[in-house]
C-alpha cells in the first residue's frame, strides 16, 4: 500500500538508528503514549534495536489497560443481562474485572459481540428492534469521534434501543499525570498521531512549557516512529521543549474540525479514573444531557459494583513508566498472557505482555 | 457490515437428485433416526452426490478394508470434526474442507489416505439442497485426493440446536516403510520451508462474516496434499517434519514443533509469501497473518543437504508452486520460535491467545 | 458512505469527518471512519528527508533539521 510499504524500508530504517545514535551524547527516556505505537516499537523489535542510549517507556496508552475496573464490571453486568447485545471491540474481551472477563459471560450465555466499527453496533440496533443493543465505547480521542457520529446517527433514527457505554480517556491529562508524578523520569514524549489527526497539536504547547518536555508527534510505521525518536533525542540535546510535527502527512495542525465538532455536540469532559492511575481530572468524555436517552450508565441498574483489584498488581506504576514489567515480582510467574492479573498483560499494546514475548529470550543472542 | 450471508461463487456441478427425495426439500427429525427415511438419504441424497468416490461403501455396521496382498506395518489414522460458518465461503464449502483436512492429517504423517468415514449432525430444517450441494463437493474432493468414502453415519437434531450442518470424517492411510516424520525428528540446522502463500482460507471465511470485499479474487487455499507429500519424499526420504497449518496458521504449527523437539525455529518474515490481499485484510482486522489458518499449505523441516531437491519437486505441483524456504532450526532458545522483522530485530513469536477466529473449520 | 481500498481488500468507509476527501485521495481510516486525508506532498517530502540521511553520514551532535509540518 502506498504511503505504508515505503515507512518500513529496512536501509532507512537502518540511517535513522544511526542517526539517533550518533546525536545522542547521554541517555534519554522517551515515553509513547499511544498503544498503536507500543504495537509497532515490539511488532517491529525497534526498542531492542536502539543501543542503549535511548530508553523506550511504554505509557498509559491503551486504552484497554487504563478503562477503570469499576467499567469493566459495570459492562460485565451487563452484558449478562437478558435481551442485551453487548458490543466491543475484540481486545476488551479478555480484560479481567473482579469477576471474570467478556468472554465468561458469553461463556454463560451473554450476547456478547465483536464489531470493528461502532456503526455495526447501530445497524444491529436498527436490525433487532426487540434488543437492547449496547456499545462499549473505550478509547482515546481517534475513536471518540466514530462513537459521537453513531450515537447521533441512531439519536436522529429514533434507535431507542441502542445506548453506549463510555468510558472515553484523553491524552494531555495522561502526559500531565505521568510528568507530575514524582518519580517521573521521562524526558521526552512522542504524541500519537492518530489522536492528533483529530484533535490537532495547540493543545501539547501548555504541557511542554509547564514540565520542560519536548512533544514530538509520530506515527506508527517504523521509520515515523524512529524519526519521532529522533527529533525528540535531538531537542533534548538541544534543550529545548517545543511541539514538533513529524507525522505532517497525517496531521494537520488543527486537526480535523468536522470531528472535532461532533465531540463537542455529543460529549462533554469529565473527571475520569484510570486504572493503576486513579482519578485525573477532566481527564474523559461522557454523553451530554441531550444524549442521555443513550447513556448506558443510566439506562441500566447495576446495582452496586464492588471492585476488587488484585492487590499485588503493579499496573498503574508500569503504565506511568515507573516499573519496567520485568522488575514486577507477579511478571511472569502469577501474571502471564494467559493468566493476566492486569490489563496491560492483556491487551497486545500494553507494556506488559510486550515484554513478555522478550522475556524468556535475550535479543542480542539472535542478533547478526 | 456484519454477518451480511453470501453465496460465494463455488465451482461445483449443480446436483441433481436421480430419485426426488419423498416430499421433503428440508431435513426432518426422521432423517436422522435410522429408519426409512433415513436410508433415502443416504440412497437418494449421499451415495449418488458422492458419486464413485462411495463405490466402495456397503450398508454394513462397519466397513472392512481389505488390503491384502499389501501387509502394511504402520496405519495411520485421524479424526477431525468441521463445524465452519458460513458453510459456503470463497473457494470452498464445508464439505472439501471435511475431506481434504483429514486427508492432509493423514499426509502429514507420510502416510497414504485410503479411507474415510464421514458423520454428519444436521439441524431439522436444512434445506435438502444445500447438503447435497455439500455431498457433491465431498465426493469430488474425494476422488481428487485418491480416497474412498466408505462408511459415515447422520443425525438430526432438532431445528436452533446445530447451525445447518457439522461433519467429522475420520481417515486411515498407510505409512510406508522407512517413513518416520513427526516433530521430535527435527534436527539443529534442517530447513523450514513453507509450500506457499499464507492466510488465505482464514481471510476468505471472515471476508464473508465482516462483509469485506477483495478486489481480486480472495479464496480459501483448501486442497488436498497427499500427491505433494509424495513427490517430496521421492525427493527425500528422510523428511523430518510435515504439518498442515490449520487453526492457529503457520506460528502455531512452528511452536509446536519447536515445543516439542526442544529446539528453536528462526525465520524471516520477509520470505513468508503473504498475498497482499491477506496483508491488507489482517491491517483492517487486527491479525497477523501467521495465526491465520491455511487449508491447502504444508510445512516442512527438511535436513539443509535436500533441501533444494525437495523445493524444486514442491515446486513442480499446482498446489506447492511458491514453495519457499522461510527459515532454520537451531540449537539456540529451544521450544521458541523466533521470527526476524524486515528491520533485522527479533521478536518471539506465540501462538495466538484463545481464538481469533471461531468456527474457521 | 465510499468504498476505500486498503490494498486488496475493499470496505465501506464513512465521509463526513472528510468531505474534502474525492476520488483517488488517500486516507487514514480508524473505526470505520476516515479521520484524515493523507497530504501526499508531505508523505514525499518525508521520504526524501530520510533518502537524504540515508545518503549522507550522520551530522555532528546539535545540527537540526528544519522543522516539518
Redesign the interface.
Known amino acids: 500500500m502506498k504511503y505504508l510499504d515505503e515507512f518500513g524500508d529496512p536501509d532507512l530504517a537502518r540511517a535513522l538508528f544511526d542517526q539517533i545514535d550518533a546525536v545522542s551524547t547521554r541517555p534519554w527516556a522517551v515515553m509513547e503514549v499511544c498503544g498503536g505505537q507500543t504495537h509497532s516499537i515490539i511488532r517491529n523489535g525497534i526498542d531492542q534495536l536502539l543501543t542503549g542510549k535511548v530508553e523506550l517507556i511504554h505509557g498509559p496508552g491503551c486504552p484497554v489497560c487504563v478503562t477503570p475496573l469499576e467499567m469493566i464490571d459495570r459492562a460485565l453486568v451487563i452484558a449478562a443481562m437478558p435481551g442485551v447485545i453487548f458490543c466491543s471491540f475484540g481486545d476488551m474481551l479478555r480484560v479481567p474485572g473482579s469477576h471474570g472477563d467478556l468472554f465468561t459471560v458469553r461463556a454463560r450465555g451473554g450476547d456478547v459481540r465483536v464489531v470493528y466499527s461502532p456503526l455495526d453496533a447501530v445497524t444491529l440496533a436498527a436490525n433487532n428492534p426487540d434488543r437492547e443493543v449496547v456499545f462499549f465505547a473505550v478509547g482515546f480521542e481517534t475513536t471518540a469521534p466514530a462513537n459521537a457520529m453513531a450515537v447521533h446517527m441512531a439519536h436522529r433514527r429514533g434507535l431507542r434501543n441502542f445506548s453506549m457505554l463510555v468510558s472515553h480517556v484523553l491524552v494531555p491529562p495522561a502526559i500531565d499525570a505521568v510528568m507530575s508524578s514524582p518519580n517521573a523520569r521521562v524526558h521526552g514524549f512522542l504524541a500519537a498521531g492518530h489522536v492528533c489527526s483529530v484533535m490537532g497539536t495547540a493543545q501539547y504547547r501548555p504541557l511542554a512549557e509547564r514540565h520542560h518536555v519536548p512533544i514530538v508527534v509520530t506515527g506508527f510505521e517504523p521509520l515515523d516512529v524512529l524519526d519521532g525518536i529522533r527529533r525528540c533525542v535531538l531537542q533534548l540535546e538541544a534543550g529545548t521543549a517545543e511541539v514538533e510535527n513529524a507525522y505532517a502527512r497525517a496531521v494537520p495542525e488543527a486537526g480535523n474540525r468536522p470531528a472535532q465538532e461532533m465531540l463537542l455536540e455529543v460529549f462533554e469532559l469529565c473527571d475520569r479514573q484510570w486504572r493503576g492511575i486513579g482519578m485525573l481530572p477532566a481527564s474523559g468524555l461522557r454523553l451530554t444531557a441531550d444524549f442521555a436517552d443513550h447513556d448506558a450508565e443510566l439506562r441500566f441498574d447495576v446495582g452496586e459494583v464492588r471492585v476488587a483489584e488484585p492487590t499485588r498488581c503493579r499496573a498503574g506504576e508500569v503504565l506511568q513508566g515507573q516499573l519496567t514489567p520485568d522488575a514486577c515480582e507477579c511478571f511472569g510467574k502469577d501474571c502471564t498472557p494467559r493468566t493476566p492479573m492486569g490489563a496491560p498483560m492483556v491487551s497486545s499494546e500494553g507494556a506488559c505482555a510486550a515484554y513478555f514475548q522478550y522475556r524468556r529470550l535475550d535479543p542480542s543472542a539472535v542478533r547478526s | 457490515?456484519?454477518g451480511r450471508h453470501v453465496e460465494a461463487e463455488v465451482v461445483v456441478d449443480g446436483w441433481t437428485c436421480p430419485t426426488p427425495l419423498r416430499h421433503h426439500d428440508r431435513i426432518v427429525i426422521g432423517h436422522g433416526g435410522g429408519g426409512m427415511l433415513s436410508a433415502e438419504l443416504v440412497e437418494h441424497l449421499f451415495l449418488p452426490a458422492f458419486g464413485p468416490a462411495a463405490s466402495m461403501a456397503t450398508a454394513t455396521d462397519a466397513h472392512v478394508l481389505d488390503l491384502r496382498p499389501s501387509t502394511p506395518s504402520r496405519i495411520a489414522f485421524s479424526t477431525d470434526t468441521y463445524v465452519v460458518r458460513p458453510l459456503f465461503f470463497p473457494g470452498g464449502n464445508i464439505g472439501e474442507l471435511a475431506v481434504y483436512g483429514t486427508v492432509n492429517d493423514l499426509a502429514m504423517r507420510g502416510a497414504v489416505p485410503l479411507a474415510l468415514s464421514t458423520a454428519f449432525v444436521l439441524e431439522e430444517g436444512l434445506e435438502i439442497d444445500v447438503l447435497g450441494r455439500i455431498a457433491t463437493a465431498m465426493g469430488h474432493a474425494a476422488t481428487r485426493a485418491g480416497v474412498q468414502l466408505v462408511t459415515g453415519d447422520t443425525k438430526v437434531v432438532e431445528h436452533g440446536h446445530g447451525d445447518g450442518v457439522y461433519i467429522n470424517t475420520a481417515g486411515i492411510g498407510v505409512v510406508p516403510e522407512g517413513v518416520d516424520i513427526r516433530p521430535d525428528r527435527a534436527c539443529a540446522g534442517d530447513v523450514v520451508i513453507v509450500s506457499g502463500p499464507i492466510g488465505l482460507h482464514g481471510i476468505a471465511v471472515m471476508?464473508v462474516r465482516?462483509?469485506?470485499?477483495?478486489?481480486?479474487e480472495?479464496r480459501s487455499d483448501t486442497a488436498p496434499l497427499g500427491e505433494l507429500v509424495q513427490a517430496m519424499l521421492v525427493a527425500c526420504a528422510d523428511v523430518h517434519v510435515l504439518r498442515d497449518p490449520t487453526r492457529g496458521g503457520l506460528a502455531a504449527s512452528l511452536c509446536e514443533i519447536a515445543e516439542t523437539a526442544q529446539l528453536g525455529i528462526?525465520f524471516d518474515e520477509h520470505s513468508v509469501p503473504v498475498?497482499?490481499?491477506v496483508?491488507?485484510?489482517c491491517?483492517?482486522?487486527?491479525l497477523d497473518a501467521i495465526h491465520v489458518a491455511n487449508e491447502g499449505k504444508l510445512v516442512a523441516i527438511v535436513p539443509a543437504s535436500s533441501a533444494e531437491e525437495v523445493l524444486v519437486a514442491m515446486r513442480q505441483m499446482d498446489v506447492a508452486s511458491e514453495a519457499t524456504i522461510i527459515g532454520r532450526v537451531t540449537d539456540?532458545?529451544p521450544g521458541?520460535v523466533?521470527a526476524?522483522?524486515?528491520?533485522?530485530?527479533?521478536?518471539?513469536v506465540?501462538r495466538p491467545?484463545?481464538e481469533?477466529l471461531p468456527r474457521i473449520c | 458512505m465510499a468504498t476505500v481500498d486498503f490494498g486488496g481488500v475493499t470496505k465501506d468507509v464513512c465521509l463526513e469527518f472528510t468531505p474534502e476527501v474525492g476520488l483517488e485521495d488517500y486516507v487514514i481510516v480508524h473505526a470505520g471512519f476516515a479521520i484524515s486525508k493523507v497530504d501526499e506532498a508531505a508523505a514525499l517530502e518525508s521520504l526524501r528527508l530520510f533518502a537524504a540521511m540515508a545518503t549522507f553520514a550522520p551530522g555532528p551532535v546539535g545540527e537540526r533539521d528544519e522543522a516539518e509540518g
Open positions: 457490515m456484519t471476508s465482516e462483509g469485506l470485499e477483495f478486489g481480486t480472495l528462526e498475498p497482499d490481499a496483508r491488507a485484510a491491517g483492517f482486522l487486527g539456540a532458545h521458541i523466533v526476524r522483522t524486515r528491520l533485522g530485530g527479533a521478536r518471539v506465540d491467545l484463545g481469533q
